[in-house]
């Protein structure tokens, strides 16, 4: 009797431990992803090789921040369906962009895929990182992401609080401009300063003219260093007649178009320099204690 049962007690450990080794060392999700936006987030929290393919651009160093990790990765220059199908993905990411006829070809061919669009909040942005997280299997390394960002970004609201609010407008390409609901107008708002295009009552993407713009009268006026030197309406602002006599009073900042292609601690870089340009003074007052 007694033998019997150590005999099962020995078989139930062996399977125990090998249940353990099979937990310790069973692979972890793979992912594909088609947009620039989540690589970036990928990026971050993935292990080498739980990234099966991502974006082309995001492999470019005037794209990411990332380029020389993501050159390590093979490239999707386009959303070849059969190619995807054939790595075997457990995920597959689109952005609000990306082709509806792969997305719905890797469905039906029982793959999950997910098209994600830019984040509205910081809230739904940090959701968005703890959903990744939790989808690689690094729900920790999304936690600690998650709690710095949120750490450095109650800091910098803190020295802002109370500044008097300057009024800035985000401004780029063939002069667009975003709204409520986009991320770059919770970092205005994080930096201190008030949205002219939420305050005007625009959702999203939008476009507003050079005329129009400088009868807004801003007092910041925000653009990305993205192809900084090909023409562009947004950049004839800084040309126009009426933006001489208003030149000495208004704040122009450039920011890192890399950072924001990448979410997480570089937003917190961008939130942190249009604040220190805003309002230069908080930041030496800080420096002074």
């Known amino acids: 009797m007694f033998l019997f049962l150590k005999f099962n007690l020995k078989i139930s450990i062996c399977c125990l431990l090998i249940a ?26 993935a292990d080498p090789g739980q990234i099966l393919a991502i974006r082309e651009s995001s492999r470019l160093p005037e794209n990411s921040l990332l380029w020389k990790q993501a050159q390590a990765i093979p490239e999707l220059s386009h959303n070849a369906g059969e190619e995807i199908y054939k790595m075997h993905p457990d995920y597959v990411y689109f952005g609000a962009w990306s082709d509806w006829s792969t997305q719905r070809l890797l469905k039906r061919l029982g793959i999950h895929t997910e098209r994600w669009g830019e984040p509205e909040s910081w809230e739904q942005l940090f959701a968005e990182i703890h959903l990744l997280g939790d989808q690689l299997e690094h729900q920790e390394r999304a936690s600690l992401l998650v709690d710095a960002m949120q750490q450095r970004l109650c800091a910098l609201e803190q020295v802002t609080a109370t500044c008097p609010r300057k009024r800035a407008i ?28 939420a305050e005007i009552g625009m959702e999203g993407m939008g476009k507003l003219d050079v005329e129009s ?77």
Not at 20 to 36: G, M, N, Q, R
Not at 183 to 195: D, F, H, Q, T, V
Not at 215 to 227: A, E, G, R, S
């Open 20 to 45: 353990v080794a099979v937990t310790c060392f069973a692979e972890k999700p793979k992912v594909v992803s088609l947009d620039t936006r989540v690589d970036g987030i990928l990026l971050q929290l």
């Open 170 to 197: 985000y401004y780029v390409g063939s002069g667009s401009t975003k709204g409520q609901k986009c991320i770059i107008n919770e970092m205005i708002e994080s930096a201190g300063m008030i949205n002219i295009a």
């Open 213 to 289: 713009l400088v009868m807004l009268h801003p007092d910041v006026i925000i653009f990305t260093d993205y192809q900084k030197d090909t023409p562009t309406l947004s950049r004839q602002v800084l040309e126009h007649p009426v933006f001489d006599q208003l030149r000495d009073q208004i704040t122009v900042i450039e920011l890192d178009y890399r950072k924001m292609n990448t979410p997480g601690m570089a937003y917190l870089d961008c939130v942190e320099l249009m604040a220190r340009a805003a309002y230069p003074e908080a930041f030496r007052d800080l420096c002074a204690k």
